[in-house]
């Protein structure tokens, strides 16, 4: 596990790569990480892909500068569709497509802000499959996910700021015929798949408005879920 620079054309973007034991070349998997930013329970993200057999990168997206100070910029980003935050995973997927220990076939998968992000590039760029965990669904579902590669997606039921995202990406994309796989957890919240501490005084109020820390049990299921779907679309 080391440290890189990846090469955005504009600029150089640092990043965390993970890569399996053994002799690759491996698939690959770019990691997008929560609204904290690239935090050691992120790398540990990554750190799980590589223990399953792909090489995978979290790129930080924040440039290195604390979150507090990118985070609105880059919900800014996502919600409008565009911006420097998709040009960067852009970079990152041809960055890790194109290294010799990589087959070239390369998902997403995203956690929080990071799944809004990657719901939004499963339909732009040439990823072979997209992991949305309790991630924003776009203004225009409808639209903004037409042509999207296959999608694997997990929320929790007692999450109060996606109450319903599920059924409607399940619709969204019974409708446009994306391969899917969407599951609402009962009785869990927002962050389930991960250990995210929220810093300082933020936490208690996490607890309170997204669900944190409930339904941690369904973790397993969550990431053999992942796991399957990733193996039959992208270690292909």
Known sequence: MTDVEISTGTRSLPGYLAVPEGEGPWPGVVVLFEAFGSTADMRAQADRFAAHGYLAVLPDLYGGAPWLRCVTKAMRDMRAGRGATYDAIEATRAWLAGRDDC???????????????????????????????YGMLPPRPDETLRGACPIVAGYGAADPTLRGAARKLERVLTEADVPHDVKEYPATGHGFLTETKVPGPMGPVAKIAFGMGKGRENSGDGWNRIFAFFDDHVRE
């Not at 929080?112 to 732009?124: D, E, I, K, P, S």
């Open 103 to 133: 087959t070239g076939d390369v998902g997403v998968c995203g956690f929080c802000m990071g799944g809004g992000f990657a719901l939004v590039a499963a339909a732009r760029y040439d990823f072979r499959a997209a992991a949305v965990n």
